[in-house]
Structure formats: structure tokens, C-alpha cells
């Protein structure tokens, strides 16, 4: 039989335990960057936990990221076909881009993604869901936004497709079909497994038009903020 066990044993089975992320920052004893790149830092912190007890973890620093799940009045979605040269794979993704602009609004940068790589605005924004991509190595954060009322849009002025997305794929594809997609293990972008799952439960759940606004809040960037404000203290 299963029974509680003492923290020396594993975790503490909380019977009453909330079901929320909650901030919670544990001591730096040590920082260094092992490695600077473009886009993320390659970091070792020694950690110190409540009971004393020290360890060191390695791990990458990110800007954070927007994605959007746009769904057309028939159902279907618009879905790049992009290569993502780490994985060896040409992935089904939602239109995303990292938010590597200073100040730039989490909403505003959304759109523009959009108008980028699949050529269309919105006139309704909602936020689908807010994930971690991988927490246990990488401070990756990604709000999903859900986009209806869609519209033909020209490229922002001064846009340029290269690299990878010079030989993206547009298309669209029906939501069932995404779904059948990820429960067969055909779809495994976390942004788009994440934002098609998110919406068939909303939909199944009659949450589409209580789903939070464009603009709310999002926890995990403020978090993100402090630990990088904590993060160049010790770098000094």
C-alpha cells in the first residue's frame, strides 16, 4: 500500500495541495556563463535549497517567446512547416517569434509574428495558455495566443524572410486533424501540441469567449524579469 512518506524518502504527500505555479526563488551561492551565444546563455548556479543542502545545475537562458493559434471561421488553422535544425526535423508549428525586442508588448509582438509568416491580423485576441517549453534546463516561457477574425495582412515594412523561415511552408489544417496529429505523435512543437490541445478543451468546455484578455497579466515574465535582475547582480 502507498503511504505518505517523509521528505528523506521523497516528496511530501499534500492531500490539500493547490494545483498553481507559484514564484519561489532558492539562493545563488555561486553564478558563472559558461557560454555567450546570440540568443541564450549557457549558465552554472550553485543552488543552495531550504535544508542547507547545495547542488549545481547547468542550464540556458531565453528571451521568452509568442505564438499564435489562428483558427478561420471553417475550423482549420494556419500552421508553419519550419525546419528546426537542433531536433534534425521540419516541424508543424503555429506562427511564433521570440521576444528579443526591448519593451516591445507581449500582444504586439503576437501580431506582428502573424502578419510575418502566415500574412493575416486578427480582429479578436485572446490568451490560449501560458507554458514553460522546458523547465528543467531552459528559461523558455511562450504565451499562445488564440487569433479569430482573420483578414489578409501585408508584411510589416522592412521585413525580410531568411534563414529558416525563407523555406517555411504555409497552410492550413483542420483542428481535428492537428488533434489526431499530436495523440498520434505526428505534431511535437510544445507551442503547437499545447495551443491545439488548449483550444479543443476550451472549445469542449464552452471557455472560448471567457478565455482570458489579450492583455492580461502574465506571472512567469515578471519572475523572468527578477531572475535576470538577480542574474546581473551576481554577474557583477
Known amino acids: 500500500m502507498v503511504g505518505f512518506r517523509s521528505r528523506s524518502d521523497g516528496p511530501v504527500t499534500r492531500p490539500d495541495i493547490d494545483p498553481y505555479d507559484r514564484p519561489e526563488s532558492w ?16 549558465v552554472e548556479d550553485v543552488v543552495e535549497a531550504p535544508d542547507g543542502v547545495r547542488f549545481t545545475r547547468q542550464w540556458v537562458t531565453h528571451p521568452g517567446a509568442v505564438a499564435v493559434i489562428a483558427l478561420r471561421d471553417d475550423h482549420r488553422v ?30 504586439v509582438a503576437a501580431q506582428r509574428e502573424l502578419a510575418e509568416e502566415a500574412l493575416l ?6 490568451v490560449l495558455v501560458d507554458i514553460f517549453t522546458t523547465p ?30 525563407a523555406h517555411m511552408d504555409l497552410g492550413w489544417v483542420a483542428l481535428g486533424d492537428l488533434v489526431d ?33 489579450a492583455d492580461a497579466p502574465w506571472p512567469a515574465r515578471d519572475v523572468w524579469q527578477r531572475r535576470n535582475r538577480e542574474l546581473a547582480g551576481l554577474d557583477g
Open 27 to 42: 539562493r545563488i551561492v555561486d553564478h558563472r556563463v559558461l557560454a555567450r551565444g546570440r540568443v541564450s546563455d549557457f
Open 121 to 126: 491580423r486578427a480582429d479578436d485576441w485572446r
Open 78 to 107: 494556419a500552421v508553419i512547416h519550419q525546419y528546426r535544425h537542433p531536433v534534425g526535423m521540419r516541424l508543424i508549428e503555429p506562427p511564433a517569434g521570440l521576444l528579443d525586442m526591448d519593451g516591445e508588448d507581449w500582444l
Open 136 to 165: 528543467g534546463g531552459v528559461a523558455e516561457t511562450i504565451r499562445i495566443y488564440l487569433a479569430r477574425g482573420l483578414h489578409r495582412a501585408e508584411p510589416p515594412d522592412g521585413f525580410e524572410a531568411e534563414h529558416e523561415e
Open 181 to 213: 496529429a499530436v495523440f498520434t505523435g505526428h505534431v511535437q512543437s510544445p507551442s503547437m501540441v499545447s495551443g491545439v490541445l488548449a483550444l479543443q478543451a476550451a472549445e469542449a468546455t464552452g471557455r472560448l469567449d471567457t478565455l482570458r484578455p
